[in-house]
């Protein structure tokens, strides 16, 4: 029996012009995109897994915030990095080019200690998913979030 991941996509960001979200994640976004050698990143989406174990600490350890999604779409690549916040530390999960679908998993997250960790074909399952539905985490264009 095929199973697949049950998760949710929620884009942080709003706004056409002048992009904007909560400062938080905004700041984290911006520094990953820098580390990970993106030109900027242009859409940035949380990830919410139905499995509430999926990216999170071993009891005792340092808490993981959430699960996003960083991507810069060009005009004919989407990069996406999907990576764990948490607080002042990041843990890289993944990063693919739309141009090809590879997707390379850094040892990162491969040596986390976490409850449960996404499985290759999870993690592919997920960027296809984006790849084939950019808008879900493209910026809302409604100027005013009512969050």
């Known amino acids: 029996m095929k199973s697949k991941i049950s ?3 929620k884009t942080l960001l709003f ?10 994640q905004v700041l984290f ?4 995109a820098e580390h990970l050698g993106m030109p900027c990143c242009n859409c ?7 499995d509430t174990n999926i990216n999170k600490e071993l009891s005792g350890a340092v808490p993981l915030d959430e699960t996003l999604i960083i991507g810069y779409e060009g005009w004919s690549d989407n990069t996406l990095h ?5 607080g002042r530390t990041a843990c890289k999960i993944a990063t693919g080019s739309s141009t090809n679908r590879e997707i390379e998993i850094f040892d990162d997250y491969r040596n986390a200690i976490i409850l449960r960790k996404l499985s290759e074909k999870e993690i592919m399952e997920i960027f296809n998913y984006v790849w084939d539905n950019m808008e879900i985490i493209q910026p809302d264009p409604n100027p005013i979030r009512e969050d």
């Open 29 to 32: 976004a911006k520094m990953m």
């Open 82 to 86: 999907l990576c764990i916040r948490s």
């Open 7 to 9: 998760f949710s996509i």
């Open 15 to 24: 706004g056409i012009e002048n992009p904007k979200g909560a400062i938080e």
């Open 44 to 50: 940035l989406a949380k990830l919410t897994f139905a």
